[in-house]
């Protein structure tokens, strides 16, 4: 059984999308769910009540260092993003724990966002954090790619089995 601290938006960029679809903070809940049902523990930090006098770097930290043995990134595209890559650089800060307790690093995401390689964290929408996400990608973080809500749900029962 993993425990899988899932990060990722919690809602729609709306300057960008204006959709009524779920909000990737639902559909983050959706892949928990499937995670779970396949024996996995998952993390959202929104669902982790705060504790008093905590600041969000420290309960980022408490969330991580609780026995996670996986972080799963999902991203959709045209998502408010700026908090999420602030948990990436937060990730790319704590190398050295990742490191040490073995945790991989999954990116869920959508084939119009970006492309991940072993060298390279390419962001392909407007507002590009690209070189600050390249160390992200030399953590060994692992792409999996998706194009449709299908193609989603497949993608999320594939890493179900793989963790």
């Known amino acids: 059984m993993a425990v899988v601290y899932l990060l990722g938006p919690g809602m729609w960029d709306g300057g960008k999308r204006t959709s009524d679809d779920q909000s990737p903070l639902l559909v983050r809940r959706s892949i928990a769910k499937t995670l ?6 998952v993390v959202l930090m929104e ?6 006098g905590e600041d969000l770097i420290e309960k ?3 969330l ?3 026995k996670v043995t996986d ?3 999902y991203w959709p595209p045209l998502a408010k993003m700026q908090t999420t890559y602030d948990e990436l650089i937060l990730l790319c800060d704590r190398r050295d724990f990742l490191k040490k307790e073995k945790i991989r690093l999954w990116a869920l995401h959508h084939s119009s ?6 060298d390279e964290f390419k962001v392909l929408e407007t507002g590009s954090r690209s070189r600050y996400l390249t160390a992200v990608a030399r953590l060994g973080l692992r792409p999996l790619e998706w194009t449709s809500d299908d193609d989603l749900a497949e993608q999320t029962g594939l890493l179900a089995a793989e963790l």
């Open 36 to 41: 779970g049902a396949n024996g996995h523990q």
């Open 64 to 66: 991580l260092r609780h």
């Open 60 to 62: 980022f930290d408490r």
């Open 71 to 73: 972080v799963v990134l």
């Open 113 to 118: 966002v970006a492309t991940i390689t072993k």
């Open 47 to 52: 669902d982790d009540p705060d504790r008093i």
